[in-house]
């Protein structure tokens, strides 16, 4: 393992306690003479009769003690009796190593301790994997039964420093620009954020729920109503969905919010903020454009299929519409498709020409899997031209008018997907794209692609519940130009229907992404409350539930609302995007398994019947429909 991290500057209190004098990072040759005492967990153990060496290690490092029998008898006795993972203190003298005897992989690599005194402050039973070996794959269920001891080793340990310092930059980049650090409750009321509420029983009001946060949205919103003007909170959020390798139940957001400002003035603060953090918290990692590039949500689903594009890469989508338009091009998928006013897209895959059947099956399936119903390819040869099976029905022109399109170079393949919706198309070429840029090495790992993604739609239509759906926010302003479509066809605000112009209205919305995930997200806000009132209606909300579930700062705009918006900005995520990592649990110290348990805690765990007598409640089974719907 190699251990080449930078000496940490020595912590303003100091490091040094009754236990030890330095720490196990510490020593170098120019200590050698002097006489210290280390604390710390045996790393590794190797015994050579007479001298026993102890690699001894803690947060900081690790450091060579060698005990001899000759010299240390007492010492070299207790040495014997230790295994690795015993917790111990060691007194000794420090001293040069040998010539030749130097290890380069250690910070203290030039020195060892000669073990005087040896005692054992805990013992420790043999680990149920090896600390040792860091690299060694381990079953994660493991991982998470015996967190504290993954803990030890240093890669997950590396990821929490690191995180540690996300934080940190964080926390001094809203302290520069006046922000006030407000902690907002977790015993709370539903604040819906398109996820399930995890609710809490009060014992005080039988019959009454607390619901955890989903995020702090309506309280930031409040404390803007307050005047605080600029607000944030290292945020804990709570929402009961099926988890996936970006999802935990419960997670950590950087919310904030400001005062007066406009879509443009949270972004500007959010992007310099964003900047500096990246480059305090990974200085090694070249960001890949400043200012960041900036989507129309169209823009960015025609161009990349997605509203979280991996920008390290190009392969952008090519509508072939115009390549086959003229007459019928022969082939019935394509002619049908642009018939009914839908799309044939493309996407190019540098070098995969001569792509095997089962490749091509495979990519078929995995367009299948997002909905496709099928998918067309067209393999360019040396000479330049394409080759397909559809080549037969297209023709050789409209052959060579796709590879044209696409700008296709010799080797290329050119992925096609036909059909009547626009966003079906959009999300299986968005896939295809995200999929083979990552598996073709394209992606270049270290650099940070941040991009803005704005100008969402406001709603989407529900067409089980007969609503409008915020995309994002229920409380995302319009933007001013569109405020005028948020009204129901009918006239009747609580009768919402497909039809109505607010399907049209866009939001000010903006997204932030990195390297093709979302990383946060935020609008800025209707701060009216006829305004947010009228937004409600379209959301199915009639005014008694409106009252009951937001009446809280529906009430407060009634007391002079400032202008405001902000973001939430998944500090998992941006931990684990910096930590070249796929899955939050990476990144999370005690994190909840697929199923959202705690392996190591074991919870959920059955609640004491003594609780529930006094809450009043009862488990009363759980019906089939229930499991059916979650
Ligand atoms: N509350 C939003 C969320 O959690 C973020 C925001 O709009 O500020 O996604």
Request: charge should be negative.
């Amino acid at each position: 393992m190699s251990d080449d991290r930078p000496v940490p500057p020595e912590p303003a209190f100091s490091l040094a306690t009754p236990y030890r004098d330095a720490t196990c990072g510490e020593l170098r040759a120019g200590d050698a003479g002097r006489t210290v005492q280390l604390a710390g967990w045996v790393h590794r153990r190797r015994d050579h009769g007479q001298l026993i060496f102890l690699d001894l290690r803690d947060r900081y490092g690790i450091t060579q003690v060698v005990v001899d029998a000759q010299e240390s008898p007492v010492a070299h006795a207790v040495a014997n009796r230790t295994r690795n993972e015993f917790v111990l203190e060691i007194k000794g003298e420090v001293a040069r190593r040998m010539a030749g005897k130097e290890n380069e992989e250690l910070l203290t690599g030039e020195v060892e301790l000669r073990g005087r005194e040896v005692e054992i402050l805990s013992e420790a039973q043999t680990p149920p994997f090896y600390i040792n070996e860091p690299d060694a794959p381990v079953d994660e269920s493991l991982r998470l039964r015996y967190r504290y001891l993954d803990i030890r080793r240093r890669p997950l340990l590396e990821r929490l420093l690191l995180r540690s310092e996300l934080v940190r930059a964080i926390r001094d980049a809203h302290h520069k620009a006046g922000f006030v650090e407000i902690e907002t409750p977790i015993l709370l009321k539903s604040t819906p954020e398109g996820a399930r509420d995890f609710i809490v029983p009060s014992r005080l009001q039988p019959g009454s729920v607390y619901a955890l946060p989903q995020s702090p949205q309506q309280l930031k919103q409040l404390l803007m109503v307050a005047g605080i003007d600029r607000y944030f909170q290292i945020a804990r959020c709570f929402r009961d969905e099926d988890l996936r390798g970006d999802r935990q139940p419960e997670f950590t957001q950087l919310d904030l919010e400001m005062s007066f400002v406009t879509e443009e003035r949270v972004m500007e603060f959010v992007e310099a903020m964003i900047i500096e953090v990246s480059r305090a918290t990974t200085p090694d990692r070249p960001i890949q454009e400043i200012p960041f590039p900036r989507f129309t949500y169209e823009e960015a689903l025609e161009r990349f299929g997605s509203d979280k594009p991996d920008l390290r890469f190009g392969m952008e989508l090519v509508d072939l519409a115009p390549a086959l338009r003229e007459g019928t091009t022969g082939f019935r998928v394509f002619d049908e498709t642009l018939a009914a006013g839908g799309r044939v897209k493309a996407v190019t895959a540098p070098g995969m020409a001569d792509a095997t059947r089962s490749q091509i099956d495979e990519l078929t399936q995995f367009a299948r899997r997002h909905g496709a119903k099928g998918l067309a390819h067209v393999a360019v040869a040396a000479d330049g031209t394409g080759h397909s099976p559809i080549a037969k029905f297209l023709g050789e022109e409209r052959v060579a008018a796709i590879v044209a399109a696409a700008a296709a170079r010799p080797g290329d393949l050119i992925l096609i997907v036909a059909d009547p919706s626009r966003e079906l198309v959009a999300e299986v070429l968005g896939r295809l794209r995200g999929e083979l840029g990552l598996r073709l090495g394209l992606a270049e790992p270290g650099v940070l692609a941040y991009c803005w993604v704005h100008r969402f739609p406001m709603y989407q239509w529900d067409t089980e519940r007969g609503r409008w759906d915020a995309t994002h926010n229920p409380f995302s302003g319009v933007v001013p130009e569109d405020e005028a479509l948020l009204v129901t066809a009918s006239g009747d605000p609580y009768e919402p229907s497909r039809q109505d112009p607010a399907g049209k209205a866009r939001a000010m919305q903006y997204d932030v992404a990195l390297n093709g995930w979302e990383l946060g997200g935020g609008s800025v806000r209707i701060h009216r409350r006829e305004l947010l009132e009228r937004s409600f209606a379209l959301q199915g909300y009639s005014l008694e539930q409106m009252h009951e579930r937001f009446g809280g700062i529906l009430e407060a705009f009634d007391f002079g609302a400032p202008p405001h918006g902000g973001i939430a900005i998944g500090i998992d995520r941006w931990s684990a995007l910096l930590a070249y990592q796929t899955n939050i649990r990476e990144v999370m110290a005690f994190p909840k398994t697929q199923s959202g348990t705690d392996l190591m805690m074991q919870a959920p765990s059955q609640p004491d019947p003594e609780q529930f007598a006094e809450l009043g409640l009862r488990f009363v089974g759980i019906r089939p429909e229930h499991v059916a719907e979650s």
